[in-house]
């Protein structure tokens, strides 16, 4: 069974910076399109970043173009999350989730499209 593993989070001042990780157990990785969401207080979980299975392609939600970039490592099993210029708006938890589908926004955008998630990295920014 996949299991994933998010860390890298803390607590950074507005303006800061942060890069969190994404680890994906098993064999398989570099089938899977990996996805970060995120969860505000309150909030539903939302799409913030993709990647597909070999890196070639990205995808950022709109409030993060040009602040957020997704990498991945295959060697590694290893996806990230290079987080700049962070605002207290992005507080929130942040998790990834990892599937073999094709990579388009038909499936990534949604948490329903995966089962598998790890338990969360939090990101705390302050003003």
């Known amino acids: 069974q996949v299991q994933v593993v998010e860390s890298g989070g803390g607590l950074v001042q507005a303006g800061g910076s942060l890069r969190l990780s994404c680890v994906v157990s098993g064999r398989f990785f570099s089938t899977y399109v990996v996805t970060w969401f995120r969860q505000g207080p309150g909030k539903e979980r939302e799409f913030q970043a993709a990647i597909s299975q070999s890196g070639d392609r990205t995808d950022l939600a709109r409030s993060v173009k040009g602040r957020f970039t997704i990498s991945r490592d295959n060697a590694k099993n290893t996806v990230y999350l290079q987080m700049n210029s962070l605002k207290p708006e992005d507080t929130a938890v942040y998790y990834c989730?990892?599937?073999?589908?094709?990579?388009?926004?038909?499936?990534?955008?949604?948490?329903?499209?995966?089962?598998?998630w790890g338990q969360g990295t939090q990101v705390t920014v302050s003003s």
């Open positions: 989730a990892a599937a073999a589908t094709p990579f388009s926004s038909s499936y990534y955008y949604h948490p329903g499209q995966y089962d598998t």
